[in-house]
């Protein structure tokens, strides 16, 4: 039986690129795939096989020129990096409240433009991967399936550190005051969220959260980091151990290996707008023996590499992770669980939203490294490098995971729970 499925992913690179993945195994099956993505991804889904039925989440720029993907999060992130370098407590305030607000604005927006989509799409099942409701999508009727591609401690619980926070999990001595301001800085934008959404004909919010759960909810994380023994999830709670998008072109290295090792450095779509910590870290990592492959964002043209290095705008991130020895990443959802489904340890460079948590949660594990991302040392970084790329017992340990991780074929997993879903 072919399905119609409906997918409205978040504008950012992560998400979109979960979606895909999935998306294009649904594809290949015979389903007919549907991206209600923002307007920005304009052709680039439909390049893919995909049909494209997008929407705006804010006016068009003036001029209506057009705008890369995710533009709108770039420009953000750029604008606001001076605040990553306060503590997650103080960023509630200055970066996670703002990016909430700017999401509920764009929910507003594209309501009607949504309620027109189901209309003409009319699917068997919506899917989204986002971290915020959009209520059209929850009152259309239809099969909801809820995509959590960010730490999962998003889906809260008492005995796990606050969502946001990069707390510790065996030290509680900072989770009331965490949640507490937390409280104080989002109780009133919620609750204002909260009214409006139920005013559309949705059900109330969970207290302080910002989207529903659905009728089934799957969640990108490996079975490693997890947090099921300290918060076990409900019979509708499944999990990916990774969704890794088969759409990226092959990868050829342009360059000749020599005696080290081959690194992989990204900060993200969104990191990778803050040049001056971006070019600190190629500056450092210059001064290593080492190889290096640099996902330079947006910003390319201001980032000037070293001679131990290549890099591009775009890289196909799920072909080079493979050949590389060593991640160092800014702790995205994206980056973290493909370097673990390749079996790659990390250094985490966090700067906002869930980041810290990824980094916290792979450093007290004992996966890779977090540093502090502003004011880590020289040594700080190099020492990190060469620790890390001489533990051959914990390479081993993750290599033999990451064959775990892959045989348990996320992708497909996905693909199959929404496919009975929609039966």
């Keep these: 039986m072919s399905l119609t499925i409906l997918f409205m992913p978040e504008s950012a ?30 052709g680039k889904l439909e390049a893919l096989g995909f049909e494209e039925d997008l929407v705006d989440l804010a006016p068009p720029p003036e001029g209506g020129e057009e705008q890369d993907p995710g533009q709108f999060w770039k420009d953000f992130i750029r604008e606001t990096a001076p605040e990553y370098r306060k503590s997650t407590l103080e960023q509630l305030d200055t970066v996670t409240k703002p990016i909430w607000a700017e999401l509920i604005d764009g929910v507003k927006y594209c309501e009607p433009q949504l309620k027109a989509i189901l209309e003409r799409v009319n699917p068997d099942v919506i899917v989204e991967d986002n971290v915020i409701t959009f209520p059209a999508l929850l009152t259309a009727g239809k099969k909801f399936v809820r995509i959590v591609s960010c ?40 609750t204002a969220f909260n009214e409006w959404c139920v005013e559309q004909g949705t059900e109330p919010l969970p207290d302080l959260d910002f989207i529903h759960e659905g009728d089934m909810n799957l969640y990108v994380y490996p079975e490693i980091l997890d947090y099921t023994d300290a918060r076990p999830l409900g019979p509708a709670w499944h999990r990916l151990d990774s969704s890794v998008r088969e759409t990226d072109e092959d990868f050829t290295l342009p360059f000749q290996r020599n005696n080290g090792s081959l690194v992989y450095f990204s900060l993200g779509s969104l990191g990778s707008s803050d040049v001056e910590l971006m070019q ?91 540093l502090s991302t502003y004011s880590f040392t020289d040594e700080e970084l190099t020492g990190a490098v060469a620790r890390l790329l001489a533990d051959t017992e914990l390479r081993a340990r993750l290599a033999a995971a990451g064959e775990q991780i892959r045989g348990r074929d996320g992708l497909r997993k996905a693909a199959d729970l929404i496919e009975q879903l929609g039966q």
């Excluded at 600190?280 to 043209?301: C, F, M, N």
């Excluded at 196909?316 to 079996?343: S, Y």
């Excluded at 700067?351 to 890779?368: C, I, K, M, P, T």
Aim: proline share 6%; glycine share 8%; net charge negative.
């Design 13 to 42: 690179y992560g998400p979109t690129n979960n979606s895909i993945g999935i998306g294009d195994i649904l594809r290949r099956r015979g389903h007919r795939v549907v991206f209600a993505a923002e307007a920005s991804w304009k």
């Design 151 to 190: 730490n999962p401690l998003e889906v809260r619980g008492e005995d796990i550190a606050p969502v946001f926070s990069g707390l510790p999990a065996d030290d509680r001595s900072e989770w009331d005051a965490f949640r507490a301001e937390y409280a104080r800085t989002h109780r009133e934008l919620w």
């Design 280 to 370: 600190r870290v190629i500056d450092v990592l210059a001064t290593t023996p080492h190889q290096y492959i640099v996902s330079k964002g947006p910003l390319h043209e201001e980032i000037k590499l070293a001679d131990n290095m290549w890099g591009a705008e775009f890289v196909p991130q799920t072909k080079i992770i493979p050949q590389c020895d060593l991640v160092i990443t800014h702790g995205g959802n994206n980056t973290t669980t493909e370097a673990l489904h390749f079996g790659k340890p990390m250094i985490l460079l966090p700067l906002f939203w869930d980041q810290y948590d990824n980094a916290q949660r792979v450093d007290e594990l004992g996966y890779g490294v977090r």
